[in-house]
C-alpha cells in the first residue's frame, strides 16, 4: 500500500485529498505546514509527496528543494499542487526537483491518475538494477541510485540520475530531445524542450570531468561519447 504525504495548508482541500487518496486504497498522512512535514521526514519515507506551493511557513518550492537536496530522500517523488500556472512556476518546480505539477483547480480522477504514473515511473526499470557501472574514477549504482565520482557523492536529483542512466545506457547513440523526455519525464504535462537543456547544463557540472562525455548534437539532442 503507497503511502503518501500530503502537504497542504487549506483545510477543506486537505481534507477531500485524504478523502479520496484513503478511499483509493493509498496510506495518507497530511499536514498543514511544511515544517511539520518536514520534522516528520526525518522519521519516514513515504512513497510520494503531494506538496502545495504556498504554505504559511516554509514556501513549498523550498521545501522541494530542502526534499531534493537530502541524500537519503531526494528520491521520494513529489508532485506539486498550485493556484500558479504560468510557465516560468512551472520550470521553476520542475527544475527543482518536482516529478510532476497539477494546478487548481483539478479532478481527483486526474490528480489519481498522475500519482499512480509518478509511483510507477519512481520504481527502476529491470534494466537499471542490475550491474553496477564504472567509467575510470565515475561509479553508478542503478540498483541504489547512486553516482560517485572520486569516492565522492554526486549529490543527483532523481531527474538527473534518470538523465544519467538514460545517457550512458544509450552510449555512442544520439538521444533527441523528445526521446529523453519520454525516458525521463514520461509524458509529463507541462515540461519542456529547455527543461531538458538545463537539467543537461546541471549534470555536466556535477560530472565535472566526466561532464564533456555529455556531447551536444544540434539540432537533436544529446549523446554520451567518451572519445575527445
Known amino acids: 500500500m503507497p ?3 500530503v502537504v497542504e495548508d487549506d483545510e477543506d482541500i486537505n481534507e477531500l485529498l485524504v478523502y479520496n487518496l484513503s478511499k483509493e486504497g493509498f496510506k495518507v498522512s497530511s499536514f498543514f ?6 520534522e516528520s521526514l526525518k522519521n519516514e519515507n513515504p512513497d510520494l509527496i503531494l506538496l502545495d506551493i504556498m ?5 513549498g518550492l523550498e521545501l522541494c528543494k530542502t526534499v531534493k537536496s537530502d541524500p537519503e530522500k531526494k528520491f521520494i517523488p513529489i508532485i506539486m499542487l498550485t493556484a500558479k500556472s504560468t510557465e516560468i512556476d512551472k520550470i ?15 479532478s481527483f480522477r486526474e490528480l489519481i491518475a498522475r ?12 534494466h537499471e538494477q542490475n550491474s553496477i557501472i564504472r567509467i575510470n574514477s565515475l561509479y553508478i549504482n542503478p540498483q541504489k541510485l547512486e553516482a560517485k565520482m572520486d569516492d565522492k557523492p554526486l549529490n543527483l536529483t532523481a531527474k538527473e540520475f534518470k538523465l544519467l542512466m538514460a545517457l550512458v545506457s544509450s552510449k555512442d547513440k544520439v538521444l533527441s530531445r523528445e526521446k529523453i523526455l519520454d525516458i525521463v519525464w514520461n509524458n509529463e504535462v507541462d515540461v519542456f524542450d529547455r527543461t531538458v ?4 547544463k546541471k549534470l555536466r557540472d556535477k560530472l565535472g570531468k566526466y561532464g564533456k562525455f555529455i556531447k551536444t548534437v544540434r ?9 575527445e
Open 3 to 5: 503511502f503518501i504525504y
Open 33 to 38: 505546514s511544511g515544517k511539520d512535514a518536514l
Open 55 to 59: 504554505l504559511p511557513d516554509i514556501d
Open 92 to 106: 521553476v518546480g520542475l527544475e527543482l526537483g518536482a516529478d510532476d505539477y497539477i494546478t487548481k483547480p483539478f
Open 115 to 126: 500519482i499512480k504514473a509518478v509511483l510507477r515511473r519512481s520504481k527502476p526499470a529491470n
Open 197 to 200: 537543456d538545463v537539467h543537461i
Open 219 to 227: 539540432g537533436v539532442g544529446y549523446m554520451w561519447n567518451e572519445g
